[in-house]
């Protein structure tokens, strides 16, 4: 299942590192019962849980690079490692050429992580004073931070919002003044843990060709995690899938598509009731005349699938349709979940 | 970071957050100065209970209802002392911190984690109210019992404070630094250690048994925030037994609390925090 | 009523589930506070002062005071620190939200009654503090107590919603409340001046105050229970007007 293709991937210095890391947690456990919860109150149920095991990879400086994978996979986990949170039970981990267990502090000034559920604006304080205070905090000249401060206000659109008081901005400007002040200081590896949660569609469509553009003038090496395919294709070029703490793909979004096998849907609009049969096709859904099959492009060409539905009379109408990427993923998490 | 580096930085952010409280007292000045004052009238009470009492028994465990004034007074001081240098962003109540799973937003920051405790909780302005209230009542007492106040007295005066903080400090650092190991339970354990601090440290000690007095001086260290610091000030201990206690205190208590909290914070890069609540975060 | 039940259940299993030393640790200061303040009374009153209490009748008044601290001085988590999340959460829930955060409260006091109050009532012999009512009567006195601590509680709750969650300032006066105008610390009788003859009028009066003086048997119980009624029923309607005033503005709080 593992595949790695980088044709297309940048090379150059390595951002971050990752070899053979381990991480376990341990998890209570209480069944809910009332001499369970006593049982519990002397001796805690506990159970180990592998967040990563035995996880090798490298991300190099400029790449985009989408880290996915079902609920509980060990995303966040992986991001905290890189940020030097939490620390690594085996293994080692490199980031920008430093330890981030030994070095957290002269990291972080090149690392901006945001974290899409939290927020690092003060609560009380009008969007620009936080600004402020991260000017002061990781100490950014202020020439710097003025010209980072206006090209990202305007790249953003966030102008509107730089004095209204944080606990009063909605989720989308909330984002938006949050990736503002993670970028303030111009770091040169970008961490995001669902950047786009609970965005409006314009508002994502913004936060991704931001982002795009970001890491494609500047090269600023990007991870992000999310758990809408789409969201991370429209962004990255490499997706490195990670599942019950094992990293089970790492390449382009393409050669996923060609590695889950290449679902592809046609659907017909035909004059008469009866559905026709194509070899190599399944029926998947009928809605009057209109009946849709999912072909295995790995199995069947598309020259010769278009070839039987060529034999068939009375075609009004053909639509041909790459499985989106949800599907794919989807297919993945459940082919996971039965092994 | 060097010790020049390291005090630079100290007072660039002792200003940014003076800057930022006075932001924050003008852009809301009806909820500061309710704020203000309700902190006021909260502690106030908890000390006037004891003074009426004072002033009911013409005293109480052997001060007399002006020295007993003076050591509430004293109190205030220490209340006010902590209002301004740790209360802002529960940097005193740091179980809550630490049991709500918002470590990280620390050890995101390019700055030392001393320094940032030392800085963030500064909130000069809007937590200043029972600093005055203390002092001036510590006035007052001294004008009652004509008590002889000089230069020297005053530097003793500061320098028991700086003590007294420090061990209240380390005492809630302590106690937090269970929340590393059980974040729920021990979420608010800080503010069990201040609520007990604030109003047993009212109490003076005297005519307590030897054996609670002892206990109350070194297990739990709440006689030496207030009480012992007042008789020394008062002149009712001897000074240099009162120093010695104070100064050694407060070193074995600040040894005890920085290793622990730092066995709680690598435990905490072990197991990190399956826990996170946003509310309470710089609000 | 199941559903009510379910929430206190629920509280109690949450409350437990941090394991016995930290929970202890909590208690461990509850103990701090009130082992010296027995002492301090055995002092006091050893030294000869003239007073309207006795010894026995001081520290039955404290201990007391600290077995029921949560009833005698109610604080319900709408009034916490969390209030936002916990209002929001209450009115997702199929159940009237001022018996709902009463629930949790209920749920939140039975650990400690459990497993801090009982072990301390029976170990009160052994400290030499009597701890049987002097009459029957403390019973409906606390009973009016929880009630208009409730009551107060919300409204408490509601004026820190609509002060944009300055739980400080709600934590300050409270404070103010539970450890001089309610009396459940220093007995009004013990106050100088006659400053207890005002504050046992207002409603904090008749909260913790009012029950420990006729647990002790130094007040007369039944002015104390007439003052409690009429709290109760002025201050409850109030209570429930303010909150639907309010319940709008905690909708909306934070954003």
């Not at chain 3, 301090?40 to 007391?64: A, C, D, H, K, N």
Request: include cysteine; proline fraction near 4%; charged fraction near 20%.
């Amino acid at each position: 299942m593992k595949k790695l293709d980088r044709r297309d991937i940048k090379t150059g210095d390595i951002a971050v590192s990752f070899h053979g890391v381990t991480k376990t947690f341990e998890q209570w456990q209480r069944s809910g019962g009332i001499k369970n919860t006593l049982q519990n109150l002397i001796r805690p149920q506990k159970k180990t849980i592998a967040a990563l095991d035995d996880v090798s990879f490298t991300i190099n400086r400029g790449e985009f690079t989408a880290y996915a994978g079902p609920n509980g996979a060990g995303k966040s986990t992986t991001i905290k490692l890189i940020c030097g949170m939490l620390l690594p039970l085996q293994g080692e981990i490199s980031v920008l050429g430093m330890s981030p267990a030994k070095n957290r502090i002269a990291l972080m000034k090149k690392v901006g992580v945001m974290f899409g559920n939290r927020t690092e604006l003060w609560w009380d304080h009008p969007v620009l004073q936080s600004f402020e205070w991260k000017r002061e905090v990781w100490d950014i000249p202020k020439e710097q931070y003025k010209r980072t401060l206006d090209r990202l206000v305007e790249l953003l659109d966030i102008q509107d919002i730089l004095h209204t008081f944080a606990r009063e901005l909605s989720l989308g400007q909330r984002m938006k003044a949050d990736l503002t002040m993670t970028l303030l200081h111009a770091p040169e590896l970008i961490l995001l843990d669902e950047p786009t949660i609970g965005l409006d569609v314009l508002a994502k469509r913004q936060m991704i060709s931001f982002l795009k553009e970001l890491n494609q003038e500047k090269e600023t090496t990007i991870l992000v995690t999310s758990h809408d395919m789409d969201d991370l294709e429209q962004m990255a070029r490499r997706i490195i899938m990670v599942e019950s703490g094992h990293v089970a793909f790492d390449g382009s979004f393409s050669s996923l598509r060609a590695v889950t096998g290449s679902k592809c849907k046609i659907s017909l609009e035909l004059l008469t009731d009866a559905s026709p049969e194509f070899e190599g096709a399944a029926l998947l859904s009928r809605e009057g005349r209109r009946f849709e099959y999912e072909f295995d492009m790995g199995r069947t060409s598309m020259s010769a699938v278009l070839s039987q539905i060529g034999a068939v009379e009375g075609v009004m109408n053909v639509e041909i349709k790459k499985a989106p990427i949800e599907d794919v993923i989807a297919g993945l998490y459940v082919e996971w979940k039965k092994q | 970071m060097g010790a020049k580096d390291f005090f630079r930085r100290l007072f660039r952010l002792y200003w940014l957050y003076a800057k930022m409280d006075a932001a924050w007292i003008m852009r809301d000045t009806k909820y500061c100065l309710i704020g203000i004052l309700a902190d006021f009238i909260g502690n106030l009470s908890v000390l006037s209970g004891v003074f009426l009492m004072a002033e009911r028994f013409g005293g109480v465990g052997g001060m007399n209802s002006d020295e007993v004034l003076f050591m509430l007074g004293y109190n205030a001081v220490t209340t006010g002392l902590f209002l301004i240098f740790v209360n802002g962003n529960n940097i005193g109540n740091i179980s809550r911190i630490i049991g709500r799973g918002q470590m990280d937003h620390k050890l995101i920051q390019p700055l030392p984690l001393r320094l940032q405790l030392l800085t963030e909780g500064f909130m000069p302005i809007s937590g200043s109210g029972q600093l005055w209230a203390g002092l001036a009542v510590c006035g007052v007492a001294l004008w009652r019992l004509q008590y002889p106040v000089t230069v020297g007295w005053i530097m003793l005066f500061i320098l028991s404070h700086i003590l007294s903080k420090i061990i209240l400090l380390s005492m809630m650092y302590f106690a937090s630094s269970l929340a590393f190991w059980f974040p729920v339970a021990a979420e608010e354990i800080s503010t069990d250690v201040l609520d007990v601090q604030w109003h047993l440290s009212s109490y003076p000690l005297g005519q307590m048994p030897m054996v609670l007095k002892i206990a109350l001086n070194t297990v739990v260290p709440i006689g030496l925030t207030v009480w012992l610091p007042s008789l020394v000030l008062l002149g009712k201990q001897r000074l240099d037994f009162g120093l010695a206690i104070l100064l050694i205190a407060a070193g074995v208590a600040a040894f005890c609390a920085t290793t622990l909290f730092k066995k709680g914070l690598k435990h905490y890069e072990k197991i990190g925090s399956q826990r996170y609540k946003d509310w309470g975060h710089r609000r | 009523m199941k559903r009510y039940i379910a929430t206190i259940k629920l509280t109690v299993k949450e409350k437990l589930s941090g394991g016995l030393l930290a929970l202890y640790a909590s208690y461990a200061f509850r103990l701090f506070y009130l082992v010296p303040l027995l002492y301090l009374w055995r002092g006091l009153f050893q030294s000869g002062v003239v007073s309207e209490m006795t010894l026995p009748q001081m520290l039955s008044y404290t201990y007391i005071s600290a077995l029921l601290t949560e009833q005698l001085n109610v604080r319900t988590p709408m009034s916490g620190w969390l209030s936002g999340d916990g209002f929001i959460n209450a009115c997702k829930r199929p159940t009237h939200i001022l018996a709902d955060f009463t629930a949790q409260t209920v749920g939140g006091w039975l650990q400690t009654l459990l497993l801090f109050s009982l072990p301390l009532a029976l170990a009160a012999p052994l400290l030499g503090v009597p701890i049987l009512p002097k009459t029957i009567w403390f019973l409906p006195s606390l009973l009016l107590c929880v009630s208009l601590g409730f009551a107060i509680d919300f409204i408490f709750a509601c004026f820190i919603l609509r002060l944009k969650n300055a739980t400080w300032l709600a934590y300050s006066i409270r404070m103010a409340v539970t450890y001089l105008f309610s009396g459940s610390l220093i007995p009004f009788a013990l106050l100088p001046w006659g400053i207890g003859n005002w504050l046992r009028l207002s409603p904090f009066g008749s909260l913790a105050g009012a029950p420990l003086a006729i647990f002790t048997g130094i007040e007369a119980p039944l002015p104390l229970l007439a003052a409690q009624l009429f709290w109760n029923l002025a201050i409850w309607p109030l209570t429930i007007l303010y909150f639907n005033k309010s319940r709008e503005r905690m909708v909306s709080h934070g954003g």
